[in-house]
């Protein structure tokens, strides 16, 4: 038999409700927020991710799905959002945009080849925004003051917010240089992936998931030490701008990031849920000023985040909250006979044009069953068909949740539609 792939999973007819939901609440959320939708290609150019993401980070290192496609070009499926939405903007030109800066989202797979853990997929779903042409603290509150609102939208309330400044690039080399002295000594303790990162990404030691206790971790230098007056001045203007809004926060001095783009603000949102498990990050994004210029792009900057709908739904469900399940049909039509399924067939062909939802049974039951079946489907109207309905053209239109009846014409459709919806949809 063949199986589906590992660290990827099936979201079945019974579940697809929960997703329909939490979608239908992010894309009111992101209009709320004033963030259009943009839609990028499953599969991009594997060099933007190398450039955009980094050489050096696990993603491109060990986890990126690459293919060369039959014109022998190297293609990714792309492992995160930010990368595509970056090459789409200069690509665009939306520098030029009249809407600036420019606010987006998106909802879409994403694939890394990751080893398979509760709440660590191959193929998950992100939901991410990114605001690009701006620099200023208040569009960064912006994008934490959205995230946070998605959480508690859904009534979560185990969620804690960290948030650090990675600075400039000046205050970034200042800190990588201190971290090499600090740890270059010593690295032969350290595992062969934290041995070349000390090379090529030194701050990436301090989110090692194999050395977080090493001693040296714990003792690392902290960022904002080496972080220039304008990082740390923008770094407090963030910080007083979240107290205004009365987001609650704590400052986690070795959040990096797993991806290299990002300067300045970056920030995690964790669950401290009970049974969510050992991966507790729900959401991650920050600042990228200089992604734009390497990727060959104008020279502005952006802010962004993501989170996977995967781990919204673990926490949901660590939280024991539950998305309301959707409503029944309006309507199941039981028939006794042949002649009453055509008829059956007929009308209801007839109702869902006018937008009753309705459904009959396929499968030759008795009548027990098929009521049994209306029954599961919700239905909140029944009619039963059969040779003495077909001869007076009239039927009982039956209420199911007060029991009530009506005696219907059955070839006066808009009688019938006024009676269904005025017990509501
Ligand atoms: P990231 O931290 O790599 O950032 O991923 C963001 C979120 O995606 C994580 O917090 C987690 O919820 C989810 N996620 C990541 N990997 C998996 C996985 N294997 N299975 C399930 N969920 C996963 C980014 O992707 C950046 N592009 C975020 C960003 C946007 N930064 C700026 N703008």
Same mark, same amino acid.
């Given at each position: 038999? &063949?199986?589906?792939?590992?660290g990827?999973?099936?979201?079945?007819?019974?579940?697809?409700?929960?997703?329909?939901? &939490?979608?239908? /609440?992010?894309?009111? &959320?992101?209009?709320?927020?004033?963030?259009?939708?943009?839609?990028?290609?499953?599969?991009?150019?594997?060099?933007?991710?190398?450039?955009?993401v980094g050489?050096s980070t696990d993603i491109v290192n060990k986890e990126m799905?690459?293919?060369?496609?039959?014109?022998?070009?190297?293609?990714? =499926?792309?492992p995160e959002?930010?990368?595509?939405?970056?090459?789409?903007?200069?690509?665009?030109?939306?520098?030029?945009?009249?809407?600036?800066?420019?606010?987006?989202?998106?909802?879409? +797979?994403?694939?890394r080849y990751e080893r398979k853990q509760k709440g660590r997929y191959r193929?998950f779903?992100?939901?991410?925004?990114?605001?690009?042409?701006?620099?200023? +603290? =208040?569009?960064?509150?912006?994008?934490?003051?959205?995230?946070?609102?998605?959480?508690?939208?859904?009534?979560?309330?185990?969620?804690k917010?960290y948030?650090n400044?990675?600075?400039?690039?000046?205050?970034?080399?200042?800190?990588?240089?201190?971290l090499?002295?600090?740890f270059?000594?010593s690295i032969g303790e350290f595992c062969s992936d934290c041995q070349s990162r000390i090379?090529t990404n030194p701050m990436r030691i301090l989110d090692c998931k194999k050395d977080r206790d090493h001693p040296l971790v714990k003792q690392a230098?902290?960022?904002?030490?080496?972080?220039?007056?304008?990082?740390?001045?923008?770094?407090?203007?963030?910080?007083?701008?979240? $107290?205004?809004?009365?987001? @609650?926060?704590?400052?986690d001095y070795n959040l990096v990031r797993g991806l290299d783009?990002y300067?300045?603000?970056a920030?995690e949102l964790m669950s401290d849920?009970?049974?969510f498990g050992a991966i507790t990050t729900l959401c991650g994004?920050?600042?990228?000023?200089? =992604?734009?210029?390497? =990727?060959? @792009?104008?020279?502005?900057? @952006?802010?962004?985040?993501?989170?996977s709908?995967?781990r919204?739904?673990m926490?949901?469900?660590?939280?024991?909250?539950?998305?309301?399940? +959707?409503?029944?049909?309006?309507?199941?039509?039981?028939?006794?006979? $042949?002649?009453?399924?055509?008829?059956?067939?007929?009308? &209801?062909?007839?109702? /869902?044009?006018?937008?009753?939802?309705?459904?009959?049974?396929?499968?030759?039951?008795?009548?027990?069953?098929?009521?049994?079946?209306? $029954?599961?489907?919700?239905?909140?109207?029944?009619?039963?068909?059969?040779?003495?309905?077909? $001869?007076?053209?009239?039927?009982?239109?039956?209420?199911?949740?007060?029991?009530?009846?009506?005696?219907?014409?059955?070839?006066?459709?808009?009688?019938?539609?006024?009676?269904?919806?005025?017990?509501?949809?």
């Amino acid at each position: 038999m &063949i199986q589906i792939p590992r660290g990827t999973q099936d979201i079945l007819p019974k579940d697809t409700y929960k997703w329909q939901f &939490i979608e239908a /609440r992010l894309h009111q &959320i992101a209009q709320d927020y004033n963030y259009s939708e943009i839609r990028t290609p499953v599969f991009e150019s594997t060099e933007l991710f190398v450039r955009g993401v980094g050489g050096s980070t696990d993603i491109v290192n060990k986890e990126m799905y690459t293919f060369q496609d039959k014109g022998d070009r190297s293609m990714t =499926l792309k492992p995160e959002g930010t990368a595509p939405v970056v090459r789409s903007y200069i690509e665009n030109k939306m520098q030029h945009d009249v809407n600036q800066p420019v606010k987006v989202y998106y909802i879409a +797979p994403m694939f890394r080849y990751e080893r398979k853990q509760k709440g660590r997929y191959r193929q998950f779903v992100q939901f991410g925004i990114e605001a690009i042409g701006v620099e200023d +603290p =208040l569009i960064d509150v912006e994008v934490i003051s959205m995230l946070m609102q998605i959480y508690k939208s859904f009534g979560l309330s185990n969620l804690k917010l960290y948030i650090n400044s990675i600075g400039d690039q000046d205050s970034r080399s200042a800190y990588n240089e201190a971290l090499v002295a600090h740890f270059k000594p010593s690295i032969g303790e350290f595992c062969s992936d934290c041995q070349s990162r000390i090379d090529t990404n030194p701050m990436r030691i301090l989110d090692c998931k194999k050395d977080r206790d090493h001693p040296l971790v714990k003792q690392a230098p902290r960022i904002y030490d080496y972080l220039n007056e304008e990082s740390k001045a923008y770094f407090e203007q963030v910080k007083i701008n979240l $107290d205004a809004l009365g987001i @609650g926060y704590e400052i986690d001095y070795n959040l990096v990031r797993g991806l290299d783009y990002y300067t300045h603000t970056a920030f995690e949102l964790m669950s401290d849920a009970e049974g969510f498990g050992a991966i507790t990050t729900l959401c991650g994004g920050g600042r990228y000023n200089g =992604l734009l210029e390497l =990727l060959d @792009g104008p020279t502005e900057t @952006g802010i962004g985040f993501a989170l996977s709908i995967e781990r919204l739904i673990m926490a949901l469900e660590a939280e024991g909250i539950e998305i309301p399940k +959707p409503q029944g049909i309006d309507l199941y039509i039981c028939t006794l006979d $042949d002649a009453s399924r055509t008829a059956a067939s007929r009308l &209801i062909h007839q109702l /869902r044009a006018e937008g009753i939802s309705s459904d009959m049974d396929y499968k030759n039951r008795k009548l027990k069953a098929q009521m049994k079946d209306a $029954d599961r489907k919700g239905a909140k109207h029944t009619i039963v068909i059969g040779e003495e309905e077909m $001869d007076t053209n009239t039927a009982e239109l039956k209420n199911m949740s007060d029991g009530s009846t009506k005696q219907v014409k059955l070839e006066d459709i808009k009688v019938l539609v006024e009676l269904i919806e005025e017990v509501g949809s």
